[in-house]
């Protein structure tokens, strides 16, 4: 139903994204857009790179007097680092020998440097990272950003928070309630938990203090998504698998699980799955939230909650063995300017790859060529669930 589609080097002049399908009348603020492109600049343990960009978005197309028109919406996010940059990353043809090449050789484990040399069968690494940097995710947040206000007309909220930064971390099998999250942007790591918090901190100084870095694990909890959205009828119709695609494809993800997840495997059936009660006061509701709102890849009416496990990023300061990719001898891995712990920031990127897959899928289920008319379908699937829950 929606299509991204993102372009932009990490050092080229800026970042642009498309967005189709969206459609027509959905509000969009462009002050709410820049404000989650600054939570993506946050969080403790960022580098020195968030320090020279300020990111905001300029929309190109597709809005008029704060409205979507059903056109394709574009954005330009520069980049303010490109000032430095021109040489470097010049569209024009350079010669080989010129300094401002600033040709990079030695591939970083962990990175997009080695595999892409393969590729494209070049010792230029530049070439390589420039497009593979995580500086990509600033136009996947804008677009995030974009959905959510069709997300919150249609009474739909997303937040994450952080649960594990190294070995700091929140007990294994609590849930943090959706109000704790009220207040998570004052956490420096968007942590619920205040001495957590600073336990991760600590991780953090850690890693910074011996040129190491340091991954964890983000939980995005969604609220207000109806019931009935995916589908079990088609392997690529499930909604679970559609958002563990969306959060794997962010770099440094390396495990999606949806609501208990991994514990699924150490419970018995009686002790994970979540009882079904009906009474008048409550209506329809579940003993637990185990299944994280998704049964059968559609989604049951509890809050969505999905996790994803961050990998420590690969640039090190104190980097790793590598080998120089011409002279074939043992290099230290090339050090760029670079974050030590990116987890509260690639959780919000996360809320942007939720919110995407969930406004495509109610997209799906509800149509209309405006947001009126989808929040017509809406009110009228509402009437057609109370009277079959109503009915006796
Ligand atoms: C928000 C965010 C910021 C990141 N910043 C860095 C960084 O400064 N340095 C780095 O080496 N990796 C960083 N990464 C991770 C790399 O982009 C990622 O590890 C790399 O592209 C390889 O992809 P893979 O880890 O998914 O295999 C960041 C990831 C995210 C989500």
Redesign the pocket.
């Known amino acids: 139903m929606l299509r991204m589609l993102t372009a932009g080097e990490s050092h080229g002049p800026g970042l642009t994204v498309v967005v189709e399908g969206l459609p027509a009348r959905v509000p969009v603020d462009r002050a709410a857009i820049d404000a989650e492109l600054r939570r993506?600049q946050g969080g403790y343990g960022r580098?020195g790179r968030m320090k020279i960009e300020s990111d905001a978005v300029e929309i190109l197309s597709g809005v008029r007097h704060g409205l979507t028109l059903g056109s394709p919406v574009s954005f330009l996010i520069r980049n303010r680092d490109h000032e430095n940059w021109k040489d470097v990353m010049s569209p024009d043809p350079q010669p080989p020998e010129a300094k401002t090449r600033r040709a990079l050789r030695r591939p970083?484990p962990?990175?997009?440097d080695l595999a892409g040399a393969l590729k494209y069968v070049t010792d230029d690494l530049r070439s390589v990272l420039e497009r593979?940097?995580?500086r990509e995710?600033a136009a996947r947040v804008a677009a995030g950003a974009l959905v959510r206000g069709l997300l919150d007309a249609a009474g739909v909220k997303v937040r994450s928070h952080v649960l594990r930064i190294g070995p700091a971390a929140l007990p294994p099998d609590g849930v943090v309630a959706w109000e704790a999250l009220d207040r998570i942007e004052e956490s420096p790591v968007r942590c619920s938990d205040a001495d957590v918090a600073s336990a991760m901190i600590g991780e953090i100084d850690r890693a910074k203090r011996a040129g190491d870095t340091v991954g964890g694990v983000f939980e995005v909890v969604v609220r207000g998504l109806p019931p009935g959205l995916g589908s079990f009828s088609q392997w690529d119709r499930r909604l679970d698998g559609r958002l563990a695609q969306a959060l794997m494809s962010?770099?440094?993800?390396k495990a999606v699980a949806l609501g208990a997840g991994f514990e699924g495997g150490e419970r018995a059936g009686s002790a994970f799955h979540d009882e079904i009660f009906f009474d008048a006061e409550r209506g329809l509701h579940r003993g637990s939230n185990r299944a994280g709102g998704l049964e059968g890849g559609v989604t049951n009416g509890e809050e969505l909650r999905v996790r994803a496990v961050v990998?420590p990023?690969?640039?090190l300061l104190m980097p790793l063995r590598s080998i120089d990719l011409v002279t074939k001898e043992p290099e230290a891995a090339s050090v760029e300017r670079?974050?030590t712990c990116?987890v509260p920031?690639?959780g919000v990127?996360g809320e942007a790859m939720v919110a995407w897959v969930a406004a495509d899928a109610l997209l799906e289920k509800l149509g209309g060529d405006s947001l009126p008319e989808l929040l017509e379908h809406l009110e009228a699937t509402r009437a057609q669930w109370k009277a079959f829950l109503e009915r006796r």
């Open positions: 993506r580098g970083r962990g990175h997009a593979a940097s995580a995710t962010i770099p440094a993800v990998k990023i690969p640039t670079s974050d990116v920031a690639a990127v």
